[in-house]
């Protein structure tokens, strides 16, 4: 049985790995995942709203070898 996790203890654990190192989206998720069974779907709302709140930074790079966006989150 999956373990339904509030959007409160979410953005605990979000902003609690982000303040020990900045870190793109994919690291992210894999690290919550880690601790928690939750889906990538879970997570990028959860960096949204915490930005909407202006709780993270969002870092943008495009690199000239790729071809979309690599966003990194700072805290």
Known sequence: MAMQLSSDLMDGLVLALLSKEDL?????TK???????????TMYPVLRRLKKRDWVTLMMNLLKDV?????RYLI
């Open 24 to 28: 793109y989206g994919y690291s992210l």
């Open 67 to 71: 071809t979309e966006d690599i966003t």
């Open 31 to 41: 690290q919550v995942q880690e601790r928690f069974a939750v889906s990538e779907s």
